[in-house]
């Protein structure tokens, strides 16, 4: 069975390794179920998020859209996700040469495009280290917004979801401007505004580049009214800085601190020397620390309940009870419905894309007391949901 080779989920899933990832607990013992009555206390207890307090909770969080179903960061995606029992949609922005937003879930569109297949593109093809990390491909600050959208989206991870290619080519590259066009348009045929979640992708990279990304972002939420903390979206990085800068930038959103592997510092942190890692981070003292720029955390999943040398769920860390102790809530990510993906206990067959017992999995991570959380299969986490506020 294949797990993420980094928690991160900004990685390319390789298609052999099987991880037994998450074995470290953070402190021991369970923590007791949410209780159905609990779901206003969590969000709109918390004095930061304003209307984050009419979302249901847990939070089913459509990740990437629905990217179990469609190619990611694409219309096609994100509207089935809406359609589909997502509360909120998420982006990742990324920048392009001359300076545009866009969504792809990395800068590196070797994977979630057709770039490939472009001649005129091919001596754009290169090797650059982003986070540390090398990679080849192509980029989106290599190209300009006119050149990117004559490319058109495809499935990520063909491998593991080979009726996913079905919608190659169908749509092309959305601009996050065009996302809040239509998220705008979603809202007036719904009669509620949509909820986005969005995530500065490498700000520390791209300031350096000089295609800073918290001013740009800043200046399209501020035109289509979403800045403040009734602003319907949620702000999101794995660089602390970034969220710190986009406070100082004035926008009052919800923001949530993501958190990779324990022992892996943030990117800003390595820049700056900081030797503060997540296992820092999530500490009482840590989380203390976020709740002075953000309202929330996004950690692996594995960080909620860890995983054995088997990769069978153990028991709950601390974390949930620790952060909602500092005043934040928790998004973790990423729930899928794949064998591939599932904690050991709920694969189901041999084949490692069929689906799994998707439903036994989520019933264990909200019962931790989890805020919402991350999904590519968004109508499954929706009933997953009303399963568990049953009872």
């Known amino acids: 069975m294949q797990q993420e080779q980094r928690p991160g989920r900004r990685t390319v899933l390789g298609a052999a390794a099987a991880l037994g990832a998450g074995a470290v607990a953070l402190g021991g013992g369970a923590v007791p179920a949410m209780a159905a009555g609990r779901e206003t206390d969590l969000t709109a207890g918390r004095g930061h998020g304003g209307s984050r307090g009419d979302l249901p909770v847990p939070t089913?969080?459509?990740?990437?859209?629905?990217?179990?179903?469609?190619?990611?960061?694409?219309?096609?995606?994100?509207?089935?996700?809406?359609?589909?029992?997502?509360?909120?949609?998420?982006?990742?922005?990324?920048?392009?040469?001359?300076?545009?937003?866009?969504?792809?879930?990395?800068?590196?569109?070797?994977?979630?495009?057709?770039?490939?297949?472009h001649p005129e593109f091919a001596s754009r093809k290169t090797t650059k280290t982003v986070d540390g990390e090398k990679h080849t491909g192509w980029f989106t600050e290599d190209f300009t917004l006119a050149e990117l959208k004559t490319l058109r989206a495809k499935e990520r991870i063909p491998g593991?979801?080979?009726?996913?290619?079905?919608?190659?080519?169908?749509?092309?590259?959305?601009?996050?401007?065009?996302?809040?066009?239509?998220?705008?348009?979603?809202?007036?045929?719904?009669?509620?505004?949509?909820?986005?979640?969005?995530?500065?992708?490498?700000?520390?990279?791209?300031?350096?580049?000089?295609?800073?990304?918290?001013?740009?972002?800043?200046?399209?939420?501020?035109?289509?009214?979403?800045?403040?903390?009734?602003?319907?979206t949620f702000l999101q990085s794995f660089e602390p800085s970034s969220l710190q800068r986009l406070g100082r930038l004035g926008l009052d959103c919800p923001k949530i601190l993501l958190l990779d592997d324990l022992p892996t510092r943030p990117w800003d942190f390595v820049e700056a020397n900081d030797p503060r890692t997540v296992a820092d981070l999530i500490t009482p003292k840590g989380l203390t620390w976020v709740s002075g720029f953000a309202q929330g955390i996004g950690p692996w999943v594995n960080q909620i309940i860890p995983r054995d040398k088997n990769d069978r769920l153990t028991k709950p860390t601390t974390l949930v009870r620790d952060a909602h102790a500092a005043g934040l809530i928790l998004h973790p990510y990423t729930m899928r419905n794949e064998n591939s993906f599932l904690p050991a206990d709920f694969r189901r067959g041999t084949d490692p894309n069929a689906y799994g017992d998707a439903f036994g999995a989520f019933k264990a991570y909200f019962a931790t007391g989890i805020d919402g959380i991350f999904s590519d299969n968004c109508d499954t986490a929706a009933m997953a949901r009303a399963d568990f506020l049953k009872h």
């Open 60 to 117: 089913v969080i459509g990740h990437r859209g629905a990217c179990g179903y469609r190619p990611e960061h694409t219309f096609g995606s994100y509207e089935y996700a809406l359609a589909n029992g997502a509360d909120v949609i998420e982006q990742d922005v990324v920048p392009t040469k001359d300076g545009h937003l866009v969504c792809r879930h990395e800068n590196d569109i070797t994977a979630t495009t057709d770039v490939a297949d």
């Open 160 to 232: 593991n979801r080979q009726h996913n290619t079905l919608y190659d080519g169908r749509w092309d590259v959305p601009t996050f401007e065009e996302v809040l066009k239509w998220a705008d348009e979603q809202g007036r045929k719904r009669g509620r505004r949509i909820w986005l979640h969005v995530e500065t992708k490498h700000p520390t990279y791209f300031r350096k580049i000089g295609l800073g990304l918290e001013e740009r972002l800043a200046k399209l939420l501020r035109r289509y009214g979403r800045s403040g903390r009734n602003g319907y």
